[in-house]
């Protein structure tokens, strides 16, 4: 079902185009042939051939742009359909206990297999109705305190969490800084520092600076291939380096925020490879690889004594960054 | 803008040439004696405003006269990202460097106030805007961990409107993780934070180590928040109301403990350290 939504729905990027167009051949002449009884499989194989020649040449060169695109594709699996697809009887956290229940971030009980955890992931809903309920993933101050909540029971009942990133940011707005965004995401990531459970981390689509990272300190990070995860958003850096309006393509280069840069820099710790093509056209494989990456990590950190797990977890974040440090 | 200010600042703009003894105040905007300003740690006698303090003269005014040893010093940023926007990072810091002497916006250390010895940490807002990256986070994270195995009360000072450093992009975003991760250890350990707020402190700055003393002071007015006002006018698309996002406005919404002039600001720590410092 997940399959060529973006042919059926009619959504794609202007770099699917090429694709999006030999696919729509095919099915025409899938469909002619059938209707008349004339064989065009000589035809279609040789256009099945230059949909997979397409399809290697577009996605194994996007740029950094490109990928936020991909990133923020319509069709692209969200939070929710994690919750439907890897974890099943899930029991949902709602509401910190002060002000307000955020649908921008979703929490949870939930098993993986028959394994326990808590997931925490930001929700953009997957309708206009929903959209505007979540705010397009981005927390209000109380999204971060109810995944505090979901943290310290999680610890209490030695559950391991997941969390899956998925925000353009957390919520700029009037009410977000009068109930203290920004110590409700630093008491977080705060938390999940220490927190005596094995941490999973991915990003799956957009890390938009501290509303991601407010979710993402743990022991492992994942990103997705087409994630991205950045100090800013690319329009706001361009916004802010081109006064004159410079390109987000630029920016997006500039901000080495595709899953290979943020590999390279120690922060992510692998990238859980898509479908060609990208998450969006084949949501079950998706799930299934990442599935199998959070299963494989969980064994690892499962395995090791907690203050081990600390530690090791303590001394990734105390390792980011590069800086020189010679007496000249 | 009326025509009465219109003709102030017209006015006004001509006497501020000469000699440099009168600064124009960004509060009341009354012309000052410069030199009074400066006995005054750099406060408006008339308004009170704040201006900005270096963290050498912060470093003077807050600790005990020839106490504070600096830590760290060899600590230099480098250009991991090859950064480039319309000026390059590595321009971009060897200016700030030329303008404050300085090799990177944070300084840290340990002394005394009022003879009680504290670590102390502070990001100067003139350098690159105080923003965090790598030497920032790096250095806070050690002189934290300095206060932990030492016992000793930790004092940050942020001047950090840049929030996390864009140039060195998701190695700055994970300052934040380092600094928060330091600071859990050493709150962990039963020992004090005291996190000052002063002009400005913006974005993931705001959003770790400075928000999350035991204590947080401001000093008065400061601009202190997470979203920049202007995206956040740009998204609800109105008017911000009045002393949004200042020292005054975190007060009242119960993110500081107090409000404390640069003056008082030294007695009031003493005070903390009294009931909080083993
Ligand atoms: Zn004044």
Redesign the interface.
Same mark, same amino acid.
């Given at each position: 079902m997940a399959n060529g939504q973006s042919n059926s729905n009619g959504v794609y990027l202007d770099f699917e185009r090429p694709i999006i167009d030999i696919e729509k051949k095919i099915a025409e002449l899938e469909e002619y042939s059938a209707r008349r009884g004339i064989d065009f499989s000589n035809e279609i194989n040789q256009l099945k051939g230059s949909l997979e020649g397409a399809m290697t040449e577009i996605f194994a060169n996007l740029t950094s742009w490109q990928r936020v695109q991909m990133a923020r594709h319509p069709h692209r699996p969200l939070t929710s359909h994690y919750l439907n697809l890897l974890i099943h009887d899930f029991l949902p956290i709602q509401g910190d206990r002060i002000f307000h229940e955020d649908g921008a971030i979703v929490c949870g009980f939930g098993k993986l297999e028959e394994r326990k955890v808590m997931v925490i992931g930001h929700r953009k809903g997957r309708n206009p109705q929903e959209n505007i309920k979540c705010q397009y993933g981005s927390a209000h101050p109380e999204g971060y305190r109810k995944a505090m909540r979901a943290m310290r029971m999680a610890e209490k009942f030695k559950l391991p969490i997941l969390t899956f990133i998925d925000t353009p940011g957390?919520y700029?707005?009037?009410g977000?800084?009068?109930?203290?965004?920004?110590?409700a995401?630093?008491?977080s990531?705060?938390?999940m $520092?220490?927190l005596r459970v094995p941490i999973i981390c991915t990003v799956i689509g957009e890390g938009g600076?501290?509303g991601a990272?407010?979710i993402?300190?743990g022991d492992v990070l994942l990103m997705l291939q087409n994630a991205y995860? $950045?100090?800013?958003l690319p329009e706001?850096?361009s916004a802010?380096?081109?006064?004159d309006g410079?390109s987000n393509q630029e920016a997006s280069e500039?901000?080495?925020?595709t899953a290979k840069?943020?590999e390279r820099?120690g922060?992510c710790d692998e990238i859980v490879p898509e479908p060609i093509g990208g998450a969006h056209r084949d949501h079950k494989q998706t799930v299934q690889t990442l599935k199998d990456a959070i299963v494989r990590r969980l064994v690892e950190l499962e395995d090791k004594p907690l203050d081990e797990l600390l530690e090791a977890?303590?001394e990734k974040?105390?390792s980011?960054?590069?800086? $020189?440090?010679?007496?000249k | 803008m009326g025509w009465e200010n219109f003709k102030r600042i017209t006015f006004r703009r001509k006497k501020e040439v000469p000699g440099g003894l009168w600064l124009k105040c960004k509060g009341c905007g009354n012309l000052v004696y410069k030199k009074k300003v400066e006995e005054k740690q750099h406060v408006c006698p008339e308004c009170q405003y704040h201006f900005t303090l270096s963290a050498s003269e912060r470093i003077k005014n807050m600790l005990d006269k020839g106490s504070f040893k600096e830590m760290h010093t060899h600590l230099t940023p480098t250009d991991p990202l090859q950064f480039k926007g319309s000026k390059t990072y590595k321009d971009r810091l060897e200016r700030a460097q030329k303008n404050t002497g300085m090799k990177d916006a944070g300084i840290v250390g340990t002394g005394n106030l009022e003879s009680r010895p504290v670590a102390f940490g502070i990001t100067d807002s003139r350098f690159l805007m105080g923003s965090m990256g790598s030497v920032v986070g790096e250095k806070l994270a050690r002189i934290t961990e300095h206060a932990t195995a030492n016992r000793l009360p930790l004092i940050i000072v942020s001047g950090s409107g840049g929030g996390a450093r864009m140039d060195e992009g998701m190695l700055s975003l994970y300052q934040m993780a380092k600094t928060c991760a330091a600071l859990e250890r050493h709150d962990q350990a039963g020992l004090l934070y005291i996190s000052i707020l002063t002009n400005p402190v913006m974005g993931g700055a705001f959003a770790s180590y400075a928000s999350v003393g035991d204590i947080n002071i401001a000093e008065p007015k400061a601009i202190i928040g997470f979203t920049g006002p202007r995206v956040i006018e740009q998204t609800i698309r109105r008017e911000l109301p009045a002393g949004f996002q200042t020292s005054e406005f975190l007060l009242e919404h119960g993110m500081i403990d107090m409000i404390v002039s640069r003056e008082n600001l030294k007695s009031e720590i003493a005070k903390i350290l009294e009931y909080c410092a083993n």
């Open positions: 957390a700029p707005g009037i977000a800084e009068e109930r203290g965004i920004a110590l995401i630093a008491e990531i705060k938390l $520092s220490s600076s501290g990272i407010g993402g300190v995860y $950045s100090v800013i706001g850096c802010i380096l081109w006064k410079g500039a901000l080495k925020l840069d943020v820099f922060i977890r303590y974040l105390r980011i960054g590069e800086f $020189s440090e010679s007496s | -």
